[in-house]
């Protein structure tokens, strides 16, 4: 008898496994599906470097032309259009990332594997943006000329002398759970601080001023909000095992792969409206100097920044958990480094990704083949690094200061957000629209960036594969002696 329940144990421990391998099979297959989507972008990325070339030529020629404001506004109307649908869209998109994510994330491992891939993801996603941050802040790319401010909207701050850093911390924590999940969408909670002149009831007695913090609702969405819902919601998916549980993430899986068709069909639109972007903003700069300038220290800031996260961080990483050569990992991820370059996606790589780190780096398949599916979705160390750099310069663009409470919330959205980014071309500065937005930075700024997009683009996905294969091989060998189920349990399971 006790036989049997040993038995019966082992089986349906070893279904659970197979039901696993199942669940990680067609997030596999999601992803494939979408490589075969982005074959497209070859297209598309011609299409894109027309539309900037285009933008450049029109902007500058339209300049000598001296058009009407009038004019002006119409030129910018189609550009105007793409940043309302990308801003209708990024919130609930990276919602449903996040969520289909997150759960993908917790049922695919068991707790041990589980809690390393959580811990190496969010500390190298969160050391991309500190760098970035830091990079922005250190070269200024922003801050040549910090009146000659892209476009019309530029962004005024006054200074609040009663605002202390503790109203930054725990304006943080309440935003981190709003009181309403809707009103999320488009407001937050700020403490203000106002100076009251209170009469005294002596007449003799001279009228005197008194701080009062009151806490108020302001523009802007709530992203650190709107991000803890959708992580609670998909670990508590990812956790659930029962069938009604499987529906409702059928459903979310669904919603995403509907998001995803809807942004792959934008971007069609995209090189017109990045066309009108740029040809709109060359319009209302001043300074065409201050432009060229901020566009290559841009670049050099991005490049500056990646160095320092391939040749330092993930290198740091990788040898104090393993006291090996980190750059032979590099040497056998070449291959894939190419096809990156070539398809801008990090979807589209992931065969290659495998079989370097199957074949040249021998990494054990039960980690490669849950690992490096969702480290395409859900770990994007170079978008994570554009957050940064990108929500910097554009404060300094516009001669915002920010705060210590805006750059945290910089920080943790561009950590969070880039978990939702799509591993497809073009996806970074969507994510990056939900970031300014979520410190009421103007977007309008973005179309400049697009104009470089297509380069820096190819640099951040050889971040985003190369950080994926060193997280492999760190895991692989913390947990050298365990964990997923092999690939001969599961044979023998079915055969029976």
Known sequence: MCDKIIINCGAKEKMNSIERQNQTTKHK??????????????????LTLTGVFLGIVFGITLRYANPSDNAKMLIAFPGEILLRILKMLVIP????????GVAELIRNNNGRVGLHIIIYYISTTICAVLIGIAMAWAIKPGLQNATQAVGKNSVTTTKNLGYSALDT?????????????IEAWFRLDVTTATFVTVEQKNVSQNATTKLVKTLTSTDGSNALGLI???????????????????????????????FMDV???????????????????????????????????????????????LVSVLPLIYWVVTRKNPYKVYAGCLQAVLTMIGTTSSAAT????????EENLGINKRFTRVMLPLGATINM?????????????IAQMNGVTLTAGQVITICLTGSLASAGAAAIPGSGLVVALFVIQSVGLPAEGLGFFYAVDWML???????????????????AHLNREDTLPSETELLDVDRN
Request: net charge positive; with cysteine.
């Open 350 to 357: 992931l065969p290659t990704t495998l079989r370097c780190a």
């Open 228 to 258: 803890t819902f959708c992580v609670m919601l998909g670990i508590t998916l990812g956790r659930r095992k029962s069938t009604k549980t499987q529906v409702v993430s059928q459903f979310f899986n669904e919603l995403f792969d509907l």
């Open 93 to 100: 998109f990276i919602s449903v990332s996040i969520i289909t």
């Open 381 to 393: 160390d170079g978008t994570a690094l554009l957050q940064g750099i990108v929500a910097i310069t």
């Open 29 to 46: 297959t999601k992803l494939k599906l979408c490589g075969k989507r982005v074959k497209k972008n070859d297209l598309l990325t011609i």
């Open 457 to 475: 683009e190819r640099l951040r996905g050889i971040i985003n594969i190369l950080g994926d294969v060193i997280g492999v091989c760190v895991i």
């Open 263 to 309: 942004i792959i069909s934008i971007m069609w639109f995209a090189p017109i409206g990045i066309c009108s972007l740029i040809a709109g903003n060359l319009l209302q700069v001043d300074n065409m100097m201050y432009t060229l300038t901020t566009l290559g220290l841009y670049i050099v800031t991005t490049f500056v920044g990646a160095f320092i996260h």
């Open 169 to 181: 911390v725990l304006d943080l924590i309440r935003n981190l759970f709003p009181r309403n999940l």
